[in-house]
């Protein structure tokens, strides 16, 4: 017969998230993961099958920490005024308690760039063309915009996403409300 886990998995799901959330990928060691979840390798690769696996884990239990503002942004229709919405909310769940400054997913892009992990990159890259994605839609809502405009503009948005994931973990509230208002200045 098999042994019940002595543990539930989304908790230590949970914790394994905001271990990678903290330090990164690379960063962060079995060791780590077994001292921060509470749970020895063994448990681990039984439930997980390897520190990837629990890392994408992690991501889906972020994904789903975050669906709220994304869902929100999804049926909102009031085009530019969604995506600065967006944009606040995004800063807004970064400081919520217990959740680590910066974007998870904005990291885990940015550690990955150049990476082989075909797994991961995937979900990131899924990710960012979701939110560019949803970017060209609002965007789309004014009709005096063409389309070349809409394209480069929600390429710059999402740059400045991944400019203000960066600032969360560094800069005041103060300097992140100013970048967020001169971002939109000329969208």
């Keep these: 017969m098999a042994r019940k886990k002595a543990y539930i998995e989304e908790e230590v799901i949970e914790k394994a998230m905001g271990l990678f959330w903290r330090n990164g990928y690379e960063s962060t060691s079995m060791q780590m993961l077994e001292k921060e979840m509470g749970i020895n390798k063994f448990s681990i690769y039984s439930s997980f099958g390897s520190k990837q696996g629990v890392f994408l884990e992690s991501l889906k239990n972020y994904n789903k920490k975050i669906h709220v503002i994304f869902d929100k942004f999804k049926n909102a229709n009031n085009g530019v005024q969604d995506i600065k919405d967006f944009f606040y909310d995004s800063v807004h769940i970064s400081n919520l308690e217990g959740n680590h400054k910066g974007c998870l997913?904005?990291?885990?892009y940015n550690e990955f760039s150049e990476s082989d992990d075909p797994l991961i990159s995937n979900q990131m890259a899924a990710f960012m063309d979701n939110v560019k994605t949803l970017f060209i839609e609002k965007l789309s809502m004014d009709g005096t915009k063409d389309e070349e405009t809409i394209k480069k503009q929600a390429n710059f948005l999402?740059?400045?996403?991944?400019?203000?994931?960066?600032?969360?973990?560094?800069?005041?509230?103060?300097?992140?409300?100013?970048?967020?208002?001169?971002t939109f200045m000329n969208i």
């Design 105 to 108: 997913v904005t990291n885990t």
């Design 158 to 182: 999402l740059l400045a996403k991944h400019g203000l994931a960066a600032a969360t973990r560094v800069n005041t509230q103060k300097e992140i409300e100013d970048y967020i208002e001169m």
